[in-house]
């Protein structure tokens, strides 16, 4: 079994939205948006087991969409 976790909070207000961007890309190719003047804020903690994930994520308002793997 694999824990992982991850918290904006371990960056600088200024690299939140890069930090959680580049987690959220390579784990489920998830592109994310915060409103202007907004510093994101993400928790996650995810367990990993044989044939299912398992997670916990809470965030402030963000918005996210899947990339289209045909256009990369």
Do not use: C
């Not at 904006?8 to 959220?24: C, G, K, M, V």
């Not at 994101?40 to 087991?49: A, D, K, Q």
């Amino acid at each position: 079994m694999t824990f992982f976790s991850f918290s904006t909070n371990d960056f600088a207000p200024s690299d939140r939205l890069e930090a959680a961007q580049d987690i959220y890309s390579a784990m489920a190719q998830v592109e994310l948006r915060a409103p202007k003047k907004q510093v994101p804020h993400v928790e996650t903690h995810i367990r990993l087991l044989p044939g299912i994930s398992i997670a916990r994520v809470t965030a402030s308002s963000l918005h996210a969409s899947r990339k289209n793997p045909a256009n990369g």
